[in-house]
């Protein structure tokens, strides 16, 4: 273990190169860019044992890394923003053929205008297409769980792409200490690739034709589904299993911050929950008593366990990145969703924030915390369910 | 989940996938054994794969198997001694 | 070669899904007679994708990857580099219709060319878009009919052989249907190099050009004899003229357009002048390779 | 008054093989019932048809709007454009107990089921008057005008419907054959 | 007004060249490409006075109406499935460059394997991207809505692009009678051609370079939600308008079917709730007393109409003929949501039907209602509200 | 024309966010010059999305629709069509970069060029993706450093303007900002004429090939010089070699191709041995070109 | 909402639209005026349209803006007479 | 025992131009500190950087984890790799009150404001070793060399950092850079 001063971008490198991934091939944009770069500079140095395929967009990006996949070796990408729209047709095929392969995800606006700051807007776009979706605070996180998503992915209850997810210059640029784990600890940690099916010369295997049986076929989708469930309990065993070698658990799904004995509830997700923990510390030393809950895991959505430790609070903040304009916040909808389900009736305040890369703190969050305990209190419930911060 | 698995989207040759298309025709090839030379080129171009051929003596002896021949008429207009005629089946 | 070394094995299976005369199951026989279990097949959309008939069989026995419409070459480069990393021996073929290959898919497959991919493109080129109905790519002929061409195209047809040797790959060739012993060498020939090959193989589609089924190879050989196709291979920036074409750089001996034109639907309603200006372009056409083969 | 006004919905499948025009079939048949005042449907069997193969489209026709968007599990009425396809395709299943059959054939079909069985030799109409494309005959639209007589649409309804939707020749000899196999057809009886 | 009978593409194409349209760029596809085809025909043959670009992809085809519209000119493009993923970049774009724009969306299941049936993964992906998104039960509401949308994106207070969805085959190649209005009819209806702003020669605008004030940015994004917002009114009124002009009124955002005395609610979109019409009459007979509430629009999210009319209601089945996959159908989650942010209770259960083209019919509908009233009546509530229909 | 002969209207604004010597200003200062009030840019992503600066000003003025990367030329397509319905008359540029014009947007480019839209697209070619940070792009020369290429490019630069003359459109021309007076007439010209016109610009880039800002000037000269950059027309297939590169159909009258090379920092690891490879692609380049213009 | 609403993407041509750039200069190009031959060239290839040209007697009298100039030294590499030099401000 | 070990969290601002490696210099301090036991973040102004431009970068140093990723707003110390830009750029903005500022000068800036300043001339230092890159004298590591003497970050580490980040005859001259502005840097007091 060494310990470096890394960028998220670099620790993304770091990872895919520890993992013995042997199929690189990523289309430059800013900031995904330096993860590129840095693998290019890898490979030109021999540093890593990497075939670089430099391809001329984002879509064959992920269709060059499909086809080694489908091929038969571990292979990754890695994109942002416009780029992930352009190759989103493919983020969609790949899943539902069931290749296990990894992205990493530099999230970042969409234009008009032209904007490289961050918002999940990018990201939580491809919450339908049946990847797995992590996101990350830290860049130790961003390497942990690029190494993980391998062996997630490739677990024959899932089979499916997964994605992490680590916020614009925040993280991808942003350095701090990072422990790089041993060659020899990832080796003992990611087995062999696996993979549902492998076309090989000589071996007639048709993957894609016309289905004839539309309800089998049906279910092939709605198996896309399950497996996202049955990844609930394998994120679990992973992400357990990494904190015995590494001494880091991050809690599986999600991870919680003073939530216990918590009255209040902030719900976010990616690098602005760093500044949740400070303002809840404030908030705290103000009286009101709030606990952080970092859903790390966008797909699986994690609402049985958010639930769990929202049960019993008299309040919950959900913090969007992005929204599903016409309605609200991608996390809120997810969640409110699921507690209505199960008839849970928590007020819950869907706040969108830190649209198109404006900065939010943790003052801004002490305020935003202030304000939901006082129409709580003051409404017993919440007046309007969807709010953009700042307000107007 | 492996090959095999229904739930995959993956498929094995089969023959007959669309089932036995000569239903499709509506005229037939039929070989003059006496004219064919058995050069081979209808077989070469049947599209279908349904002409089938056998050495003989150093001449191909062709077959056409009319479960799945559609008809279409390739082996008789390449057929260069007219040996094969499509007769209606309308 | 003869047709007598030819192997027998089937890669297109009886009972298929293709209309009856199909030029793409025949060009799919002599990739199979050419390759055989060297090849891995990366099929975007298009007929060949019903071709193979329903799930959970398949009328084509070759291993095969389907994919997205404009993804092809980029899928087979990553096969190619893969398996070559595997240390598997064989041949990534892909096979794409003119629509994409040179529309939606054309950036995708310049990209892989540039990069000189260890890949095989076979262009299919029925001058169409047949699986969604005969709707009008950038390889339909001039004053052809379409569903979205009423009145006939008032383009050219892309010169995709041309535009692909600009691209200074190791090996473009053009083929036809109706010669295929031809192609099937030309299909080997690639094989035996490194590097990206493009193989342009002209089909008619008795559907899409409303001829009679069981023309198809008529068709095909109508257009090398009237000089509006040409067979030849480029290395190096070098054409040669393909012995089938070959005696048609003498223009005497090609036979007028008209009479290939004529016996297509499509082009039931082009107009004289329109003939003559496709006349010139066939002459330029042949000019331009002729200089580029001295 | 024919069947059409005495049920609340009919549901009709019509088989031939791609090419054959059986979509075509099923459209004249609605629109000409719409013309009598009917609310009718008529979509393909979605399928990716090539020439010469097995296709099936199907029709809906009732006195109000139709409001079920799903295929047509039992048909009251098959009618069957190309007799030589009912050796590879079941065309009575699902069909109807007492249900309706039309067939284009010139001889009385051997058929193991009770149904209400219609021939009409539409075959011989499309021949006779050179209702011919590539090697086949165009026998759909004789078809609609023999189903119309059993099903009790006004012929001049498919007329119009016929002359709307096609042009020029093709509609007046297609008029004459819908009017042919309109007085041709014959109740055949049970099977 | 003539009646004819048409196909939901052929209405498409109609409703296109009625509202003097300019410019349209489309790509073919399966189910869509009877759209294109005819609308070719009507401008080879003289009958519709439409430029056509016949481009080379999706994206292109995007790109092209996008560009005529920013010019000055009214514009249209159709797709379906693979189509609308392959521009889905462009549908980001378009809509946040605030131009007005109208696309018809033949909904079709995304592959692999290849499929050409119906559901509506394609249609609901794009639920976040700022366009309205409206689906059509029947080919008059096909050639309704397409016309409307083109006076609704056009308004000021909207000047977003707008979507009608209409299901593949069953609308788009079902033939049934339909009532085409008269050319002035239409023409009094819709106004000329207004949007936000024009790119002219000599004036330098310039559309699109990097934001300096990220708050500002942030707004704009944050307005395109507004803008939906504001759409509900402008919609309610465009509907009244239309219905005055030909006799057809369909409800605004919703339309409801025997919903007043109802105890249970269908709530679904798209073709299928023909076949919900059909059912509820027949669980009526069978003594559960239902009704049936079409979304219309799917953007803007009709939450507070749907509120009006289901509360005090027993018990809500919402169908969604497609998943985001690891959570829940798209309908369920926005309208859950929005009930848990109003804090109503009422048993609500999602199924996920009629994927991947497989047939669902009244037959289907009447035994989910059925096992639904039986469900909430032993449980109080509903047990697990997520399921997959048919069950396995 | 003489400088004198040129308006002097700013269309690049002082104050810009261009590095310091940056070539596709200067470009777009020849594009005003050209072609004034009468254009429309539409300009995917690239240096020039960044050297307009900051919302709500522009460094830049032309009425200007920046677009996706890979979507400009049927954004173009489409304005062109709509002014021409609604009688507006003027000329519809698009101004890409090379990814966007040889790469991502290459079948854009393609697709429009085979329909031959009304527009002129400019490829300012500084041969690699200088936006995020100087990345190969297809246009990148073999040889050259990239921070995608720490060990030099292994492939050969895609021959664009040979690509677009393939595609028979009406007007392909080459130009460098050394030569404005050459690029001016030129892009003159291709106004003038309808269709699909191509203008190929180089660009030489001082951060990207690392070379010092006050010498952008000298390094398009010196591409012009060796011949590793040629200047031309093409019209219906056939070029004419343009004035400023005339002199160097005589090789013996080009300078040594490292001249050009050992100036540029992106060169500074390459072989000599590589060198001799890019001096015998540029002599067969000069062949094929002569050829075409006999 | 229409072109002036702060809320759309627009922009509108704006001199020192990213500040005073004479302050990315570390070098400053000079002219003599004595060397100046009027010919314009700087003026033809400044890439930041810094340079500011006057008819004087047909002959171009050349001035330099240094609030926007950024000092890249194009004009001094490309002036026939070598009229102008580049000047460390560092 | 310097600044860094008294204060839970210190924020940091670097003022330089494109090209002049700001971004490195956070980066080398915040390594630094980190091999003295510390926590930090450093980032760049998230902007798009052209050579020559005035440009900015952070840093973070502290005891603990550092939670907050949001800019600095507040700095309590900012660093002037070019003292020119001071003139365009007011690099004194959101500065605490009795804030740190470090200053690449050969002599005392004017300024009127109550700050704790030091200055050393990293610009003679790069000069002197020969650190020039395309007529721009190198300073950013020298910076770094006094900046770590005003925070108590150990010399030590700074020279490891450099040493890991740069490789050979670059890493040497920045390592005597550093070193003798960490020698020569001095505190001018309040302006
Ligand atoms: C992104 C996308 N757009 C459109 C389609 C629909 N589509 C499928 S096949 C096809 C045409 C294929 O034409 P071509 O490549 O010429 O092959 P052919 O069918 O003629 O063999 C089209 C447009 C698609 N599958 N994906
Ligand atoms: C779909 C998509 N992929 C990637 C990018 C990121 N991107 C922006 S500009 C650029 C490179 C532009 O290079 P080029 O076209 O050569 O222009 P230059 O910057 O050199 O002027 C890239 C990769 C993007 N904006 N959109
Ligand atoms: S008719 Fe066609 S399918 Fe039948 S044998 Fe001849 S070539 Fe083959
Ligand atoms: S349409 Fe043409 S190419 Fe396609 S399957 Fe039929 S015959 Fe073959
Ligand atoms: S990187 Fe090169 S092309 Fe881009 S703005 Fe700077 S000098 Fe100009
Ligand atoms: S130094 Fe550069 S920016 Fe300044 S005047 Fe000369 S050419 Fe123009």
Redesign the interface.
């Known amino acids: 273990m060494v310990k470096l001063t890394l960028t998220g971008n670099h620790c993304v490198a770091y990872a895919v190169k520890l993992s013995r991934v042997k199929v690189v091939s990523a289309y430059p944009i800013t900031p995904q860019t330096t993860i590129v770069e840095k693998l290019s500079e890898m490979v030109d140095s021999g540093d890593a044992d990497i075939k670089m395929i430099r391809v001329e967009s984002e879509h064959s990006a992920l269709s060059a890394v499909y086809g080694a996949a489908t091929a038969g070796v571990r292979a990754f990408t890695a994109t942002s923003s416009h780029g992930l729209l352009y190759m989103h047709e493919m983020v969609w095929w790949t899943a539902q053929a069931r290749v296990p392969l990894v992205m990493a995800v530099v999230t970042r606006t969409i234009g008009p205008p032209w904007n490289i700051w961050t918002d999940h807007h990018d990201i939580m776009g491809q919450r339908d297409t049946g990847w797995l979706i992590v996101m990350a605070e830290t860049n130790q996180e961003v390497l942990d769980e690029t190494i993980k998503l391998f062996r997630i992915t490739e677990d024959p209850r899932v089979f499916l792409p997964g994605m992490v997810g680590l916020d614009a210059f925040i993280l991808s640029h942003t350095v701090e200490p990072v422990e790089v784990p041993e060659q020899e600890v990832v080796d003992s940690f990611l087995p062999e690739r696996r993979q549902p099916y492998t076309i090989r010369f000589g071996d007639p295997l048709i993957m894609g034709n016309?289905p004839s049986d539309l309800l089998l076929n049906a279910k092939m989708r709605w198996d896309v589904h399950e497996a996202l469930g049955r990844s609930t309990q394998v994120i679990d065993e992973v992400d357990r299993e990494w904190g015995k070698l590494t001494g880091r658990y991050y809690g599986g799904l999600v991870e919680c911050y003073r939530c216990e004995d918590a009255d209040f509830l902030f719900i976010g997700a990616g690098a602005w929950v760093g500044d949740m923990r400070l303002a809840i510390d404030k908030l705290r030393d103000m009286g009101y008593r709030f606990g952080v809950l970092k859903v790390r895991y966008i797909r699986p959505f994690p609402g049985a366990r958010i639930l769990e430790i929202a049960r019993g609070k008299k309040g919950v903040v959900v913090l969007d990145r992005s929204i599903s304009a016409g309605s609200a916040g991608p996390i809120f909808l997810d969640l409110a969703a699921y507690f209505q389900g199960k008839n849970v009736t928590i007020p819950i305040k869907n706040v969108v924030a830190g649209l198109a890369g404006f900065d939010v703190n943790y003052e801004d969050f002490v305020k935003i915390g202030e304000r939901f305990v006082n129409e709580v209190s003051e409404v017993g419930w919440v007046e309007n369910h969807l709010e953009f911060y700042p307000l107007r | 989940m492996e090959v095999g698995n229904p739930l995959l989207p993956l498929s094995r040759p089969k023959i007959g996938v669309?089932?036995?298309?000569g239903?499709?025709?509506?005229?037939k090839p039929e070989i003059d054994q006496g004219k064919c030379i058995g050069c081979g080129i209808c077989w070469l171009y049947c599209p279908d794969s349904v002409i089938d051929v056998e050495d003989v003596g150093g001449r191909f002896k062709v077959r056409v198997d009319y479960v799945y021949c559609?008809?279409c008429g390739v082996c008789a207009s390449v057929c260069p001694t007219k040996a094969i005629r499509m007769v209606?089946?309308? | 070669m003869t047709i007598r070394d030819l192997p027998r094995e089937k890669y297109v299976l009886p009972g298929n899904?293709?209309?009856?005369g199909c030029p793409e199951t025949m060009g799919l026989r002599y990739v199979g007679m050419a390759l055989g279990r060297r090849a891995i097949l990366v099929i975007p959309a298009g007929c060949t994708s019903?071709i193979q008939g329903l799930h959970p069989g398949s009328g084509l026995s070759f291993p095969i990857i389907n994919v997205a419409f404009a993804s092809s070459d980029a899928v087979a480069e990553g096969v190619a580099v893969a398996k070559e990393l595997l240390g598997e021996d064989g041949v990534v073929v892909v096979w794409a219709g003119d629509g994409a290959t040179a529309d939606i898919g054309f950036a995708t497959l310049s990209g892989a060319a540039e990069r000189n991919g260890n890949i095989i493109h076979v262009c299919v080129d029925n001058e169409a878009y047949m699986?969604t109905g005969i709707q009008r790519s950038s390889l339909t002929p001039k004053g052809a009919w379409t569903t979205t061409t009423w009145r006939g195209k008032t383009e050219s047809k892309k010169n995709m052989p041309l535009i692909m040797m600009s691209h200074g790959i190791p090996y473009v060739a053009t083929a036809s249907v109706a010669y295929p012993l031809d192609f099937i060498e030309k299909l080997r020939k690639a094989a035996s190099m490194r590097g990206f090959k493009y193989i342009h193989l002209h089909a008619p589609c008795p559907?899409g050009w409303r001829f009679?089924?069981s023309e198809t190879v008529e068709m095909a050989r109508l257009a090398i004899e009237t000089g509006m196709w040409v067979l030849l291979e480029a290395e190096k920036g070098k054409i040669t003229i393909s012995p089938p074409s070959r005696p048609y750089i003498d223009k005497s001996r090609r036979k007028p357009i008209v009479e290939y034109l004529k016996r297509q639907g499509r082009f039931r309603e082009i107009s004289e002048e329109l003939v003559r200006e496709i006349e010139k372009e066939v002459d330029e056409y042949w000019s331009t390779i002729l200089k580029l083969s001295s | 008054m024919g069947l059409i006004a005495e049920r609340s919905l009919i549901e009709l499948r019509f088989h031939g093989?791609?090419g054959q025009g059986a979509v075509t079939a099923?459209?004249i048949t609605?629109?000409s019932a719409?013309r009598d005042g009917f609310?009718?449907?008529?979509?393909?069997f979605?399928g990716?048809e090539?020439?010469?193969?097995?296709v099936a489209a199907f029709a809906r026709l009732s006195r109000g709007r139709?409001?079920?968007?799903?295929?047509v599990r039992n048909p009251d009425v098959v009618v069957v454009l190309d007799p030589?396809?009912m050796?590879?395709v079941n065309v009575f299943d699902g069909l109807k107990d007492r249900g309706i059959v039309v067939i284009n054939s010139p001889t009385r079909p051997n058929i193991s089921r009770e149904v209400k069985l219609y021939t009409v030799n539409a075959?011989r109409i499309a021949l006779d008057l050179g209702l011919v494309l590539?090697?086949?005959?165009l026998v759909n639209i004789a078809m609609v005008g023999a189903l119309s007589r059993v099903l009790g649409i006004r012929l001049d309804s498919v007329l119009e419907s016929i002359r709307n939707m096609l042009s020029g020749r093709m509609a007046e000899l297609n008029v004459t054959a819908a009017e042919r196999a309109y007085h041709e057809v014959s109740e055949i009886g049970g099977g």
């Not at chain 3, 899904?17 to 009856?20: G, I, Q, R």
């Not at chain 4, 590539?134 to 005959?137: D, E, H, I, K, L």
């Open positions: 016309i | 669309q089932g036995a298309t239903s499709w025709r509506f005229r559609k008809g209606s089946e309308v | 899904a293709a209309c009856p019903i699986n559907v009679d089924p | 093989r791609g099923a459209h609605v629109d719409v609310w009718g449907t008529a979509f393909p979605f990716a090539r020439r010469g193969a097995p139709v409001m079920t968007r799903s295929m030589s396809i050796s590879y075959t590539a090697g086949w005959p």
